[in-house]
């Protein structure tokens, strides 16, 4: 029955750290997961989770029966108040638990597919590689176009490139995919000034911006400085713009596996909101009938309890502190050995990654030569190095750009 099945290329963070798994060198280092490690190259369990952990498992009433269609409501709750503080006073939104952020951004795909019907949804150029396969999945009838983003010749953002782009060619009912803050794969966010000039094109063309947050607290380890785009986008024009966000849990309370997010449609009136949710209800009945409980409820307790939510600002902290340690050693390594570029946008880039800039040629000659894997695109991902690892990985970098 099968044999037809054409065969199917593994996407390229999955292969990258495949094929880091299966190589035995003693050095090999994998710079391709987007995972927050400690210095020991182990997955962070945070201490604000644990202790969450323990509250909920001597609650004798901790059971596991399905959740309301919503969600779990403290998590429903919780997610909205990091996300949007007291910017949607008197707005109307529909607000569901999704299956983490990937969930969310497939619910918000396959739910404006079908009742915003779009031509064409833009991605930054370029963005997490999962967003253009969800999207093709949920209607491949949707075209998908880029616009400009990462200008690699000087490592910063091509704002006139984006918004020219936009002004020119997008048109209205399109749906643009934003990255609130700490942008995967290339650690370069807008400022406020582009952030502001963002929404007004996207007033001025009519099109439907989703945001997907899945970083937040790794910008600049404020949860409130992380989320200034998109409360900045439900306070302006009078709060009239309707748009949408896609959030994840997985790295900013380090619940990977757990697969806790949300996702927020933000309405101009309590009737859309409520259409909306019924709509996001009927989906997820067909999809999942019911979200995972467990990681929520660790959520929900965190941010509900003042102790555990001051623990969890000192985690965040601690995860984004690392990565601009990280950050400004593999610096040092690389501009001490005099290695052929500019890398002083390694200091300024923000969260999880950062560009390289390496040709795919010399990102092979990285991992077959020095067993250092970063994606094909040349991303490094911050949390994988250490202070064991960091100047092995520079060395090879040098190396690899100078022999
Ligand atoms: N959006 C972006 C930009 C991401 O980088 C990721 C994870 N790599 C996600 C969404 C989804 O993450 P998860 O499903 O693990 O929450």
């Given at each position: 029955w099968f044999d037809e099945i054409p065969s199917i290329a593994t996407d390229s963070t999955l292969a990258a750290m495949e094929a880091c798994k299966a190589?035995?060198?003693?050095?090999k280092v994998d710079l391709s997961p987007g995972i927050y490690h400690d210095d020991n190259s182990s997955t962070w369990v945070l201490p604000s989770v644990k202790k969450a952990r323990e509250v909920l498992l001597a609650d004798k009433s901790l059971n596991h029966n399905l959740q309301p269609q919503n969600g779990h409501p403290g998590l429903v709750s919780v997610a909205r108040e990091l996300t949007f503080s007291d910017t949607l006073d008197g707005r109307s939104i529909a607000s569901m638990q999704a299956i983490s952020g990937t969930g969310a951004n497939h619910l918000v795909a396959r739910f404006l597919s079908d009742?915003?019907?779009?031509k064409t949804v833009w991605f930054s150029?370029?963005?997490?590689?999962?967003h253009r396969e969800i999207w093709r999945h949920v209607n491949p009838a949707i075209n998908q176009r880029n616009y400009p983003y990462y200008d690699d010749r000087t490592s910063t953002i091509d704002s006139q490139g984006m918004l020219s782009t936009l002004r020119g060619h997008a048109s209205r009912g399109d749906v643009i995919i934003l990255q609130a803050?700490?942008?995967?794969?290339?650690g370069v966010d807008p400022s406020r000034e582009l952030w502001e000039a963002i929404a007004a094109v996207c007033e001025e063309k009519g099109l439907f911006p989703v945001f997907d947050s899945a970083y937040q607290g790794f910008a600049t380890g404020n949860i409130d400085n992380d989320a200034w785009a998109i409360r900045h986008f439900a306070t302006r024009s009078n709060g009239t713009m309707e748009f949408a966000v896609a959030q994840s849990f997985s790295k900013n309370f380090g619940l990977y596996g757990e697969r806790v997010g949300a996702l927020h449609i933000v309405t101009r009136s309590n009737e859309s909101a409520a259409k909306a949710e019924a709509k996001l209800k009927k989906i997820q009945r067909a999809e999942i009938t019911s979200t995972p409980s467990f990681g929520a409820k660790i959520v929900a307790t965190i941010v509900q309890n003042p102790a555990l939510r001051e623990q969890w600002q000192q985690d965040l902290q601690t995860m984004s502190g690392r990565l601009q340690d990280m950050r400004k050693r593999l610096y040092d390594e690389l501009t001490k050995r005099n290695t052929p570029g500019n890398w002083s946008h390694l200091l300024t880039d923000i969260g999880m990654f950062s560009m390289t800039g390496l040709s795919p040629k010399r990102v092979a000659v990285l991992r077959n030569n020095f067993h250092v894997y970063l994606l094909p695109t040349s991303r490094l991902a911050v949390p994988c190095l250490t202070t064991g690892n960091v100047e092995y990985v520079a060395e090879s970098i040098h190396q690899v750009l100078t022999v």
């Amino acid at each position: 029955w099968f044999d037809e099945i054409p065969s199917i290329a593994t996407d390229s963070t999955l292969a990258a750290m495949e094929a880091c798994k299966a190589d035995t060198h003693e050095k090999k280092v994998d710079l391709s997961p987007g995972i927050y490690h400690d210095d020991n190259s182990s997955t962070w369990v945070l201490p604000s989770v644990k202790k969450a952990r323990e509250v909920l498992l001597a609650d004798k009433s901790l059971n596991h029966n399905l959740q309301p269609q919503n969600g779990h409501p403290g998590l429903v709750s919780v997610a909205r108040e990091l996300t949007f503080s007291d910017t949607l006073d008197g707005r109307s939104i529909a607000s569901m638990q999704a299956i983490s952020g990937t969930g969310a951004n497939h619910l918000v795909a396959r739910f404006l597919s079908d009742v915003l019907q779009p031509k064409t949804v833009w991605f930054s150029n370029p963005t997490w590689e999962n967003h253009r396969e969800i999207w093709r999945h949920v209607n491949p009838a949707i075209n998908q176009r880029n616009y400009p983003y990462y200008d690699d010749r000087t490592s910063t953002i091509d704002s006139q490139g984006m918004l020219s782009t936009l002004r020119g060619h997008a048109s209205r009912g399109d749906v643009i995919i934003l990255q609130a803050c700490a942008h995967n794969p290339t650690g370069v966010d807008p400022s406020r000034e582009l952030w502001e000039a963002i929404a007004a094109v996207c007033e001025e063309k009519g099109l439907f911006p989703v945001f997907d947050s899945a970083y937040q607290g790794f910008a600049t380890g404020n949860i409130d400085n992380d989320a200034w785009a998109i409360r900045h986008f439900a306070t302006r024009s009078n709060g009239t713009m309707e748009f949408a966000v896609a959030q994840s849990f997985s790295k900013n309370f380090g619940l990977y596996g757990e697969r806790v997010g949300a996702l927020h449609i933000v309405t101009r009136s309590n009737e859309s909101a409520a259409k909306a949710e019924a709509k996001l209800k009927k989906i997820q009945r067909a999809e999942i009938t019911s979200t995972p409980s467990f990681g929520a409820k660790i959520v929900a307790t965190i941010v509900q309890n003042p102790a555990l939510r001051e623990q969890w600002q000192q985690d965040l902290q601690t995860m984004s502190g690392r990565l601009q340690d990280m950050r400004k050693r593999l610096y040092d390594e690389l501009t001490k050995r005099n290695t052929p570029g500019n890398w002083s946008h390694l200091l300024t880039d923000i969260g999880m990654f950062s560009m390289t800039g390496l040709s795919p040629k010399r990102v092979a000659v990285l991992r077959n030569n020095f067993h250092v894997y970063l994606l094909p695109t040349s991303r490094l991902a911050v949390p994988c190095l250490t202070t064991g690892n960091v100047e092995y990985v520079a060395e090879s970098i040098h190396q690899v750009l100078t022999v």
